[in-house]
């Protein structure tokens, strides 16, 4: 009889395909339940991020492992839960139970997308752009910009015309700054547009950060680069014409060795000169405070009134001279200002609940304030900071004036009222700028670090 194709086999060989086959036998009869846990770990991972404990996302968050496979394979979960808490309404009422918009393990999960190169990532955080609660949409633009997803800047430009724009100084801000991040050539288009919309403080910070901008940012494209510089009411560079193409054209206007015609008058307004060109001179003319300069067009004074601003320094006591300062500011704001005035000693107390134009009437009143006030009790600075940033949504700056350390409130340890205010800070994007009054080196640090991190100054008078 003719052998079979099994009775072929070497015996050795066969031995090793029966190993074979019973080793992918009992693969197989492991690889469900493995399959089955991974399963259930994604399960649980997912609903540790979609539950109501913040701290439990920061865990489920901190557990993915650092390398990229890894990460790329968190990434579609994670997208998922954003959209789903995206939707859940107890955000919606977080402000009023007294917990914050967007908690600290909702934006880790937005910076994660942000640091992984891929469509599907820059898309997730896109569709965030639009959203009601104004702190998502905010950190959604700042990991777009801080990670350069270029494909996004069309759709950061497209906020401009959005009604968080139009509403707070701090998405204003924050946008401006995202664009200003990217370093992209659209990017800068995108800036030129913002500028025409915005004034006061942001306006300043912008024609400051323009004049740093050169050829190379616009990748060398010089026709592109001085469009843009147009646009932004800057001059074009280099415009001036050579002493030869003077010579020459004297020499085309000669007629029949008549004299030349003489070359016309360089025009005052610019072909180039625009919209921005006109808004920057029309911008506020600055007034000052302790010699600092107010560009703000919103803007907050806040003063200590506490037992020590009795003290009586050069034959007149601290409060008085703070009163006369501050009524000099007043006066001095441009008409186009909005102010406000806060006073603090234990308690908080200000002239008026909002923000008002700096009208004759308005500073006739407000000095009139500051003329009866006089000092208090003891130092709330926690309470008058805090109450600050939750003034007006499109405050632009605050100018504290303290004489102490603080005594009283919440939160008196300087380091801890620091790291508070400015984490708080980071959504609305108030300049702070602090005035000292004579006051010991370690108040004098924590004002001046106030300060420093909103690009505000810190001015120390004795």
Known sequence: MTPGPATTIHPVARRHVLSFVVALTAMLAIFPPIAAAADRNEARFRR???????????VALQSIPSDFQSRLYALPIIVDALETLRKDA?????????????????RMMIDFVGTIDRPEATQALVDLLPCDRVTWAMAAIGTLSKNQHHAA?????????????????????TL?????????PAAWEGLAKLFDRVDGQLAHRLDQEFQDVSEDDFGGDKERFQTWRGLVGLSPENDSPEPDDLAKANEILSQDGKPAMPLPERMGLQPSK???SYAREKRLKPSHYYGIDIFAKRLLFVIDRSGSMRTVVGGRARIQRA?????????????????????????????????????????????????????????NTYAALRQSLNFDPQLEAVFLLTDGEPTAGQIVNPSAILLDILRRNEVHNVTINTIAIAVEPLMATFLRNLSEPSNGEFKEVR
């Open 48 to 58: 540790l991020l979609i539950g109501r404990h913040d701290q439990a996302r920061v």
């Open 90 to 106: 107890r955000f919606d009422r977080a402000e009023k139970l007294g917990q914050p918009e967007l908690p600290g393990g909702v």
């Open 153 to 173: 800047i069309e759709d950061l430009i497209g906020l401009i015309e959005s009604d968080h724009f139009e509403n707070s100084y701090g998405f204003r801000f």
């Open 176 to 184: 401006a700054r995202g664009l200003k991040q990217m370093n992209h």
């Open 274 to 276: 625009s919209a921005a």
């Open 323 to 379: 009163k006369m300062e501050l009524i000099t500011a007043i006066n001095g704001l441009d008409e186009q200002c909005e102010f406000g005035i806060l006073v603090f000693d234990n308690e908080v107390r200000a002239w008026r609940e909002e923000l008002v134009p700096a009208s004759e009437e308005n500073k006739r009143n407000a000095t009139r304030f500051v003329e009866y006030l006089s000092a208090g009790r003891s130092t």
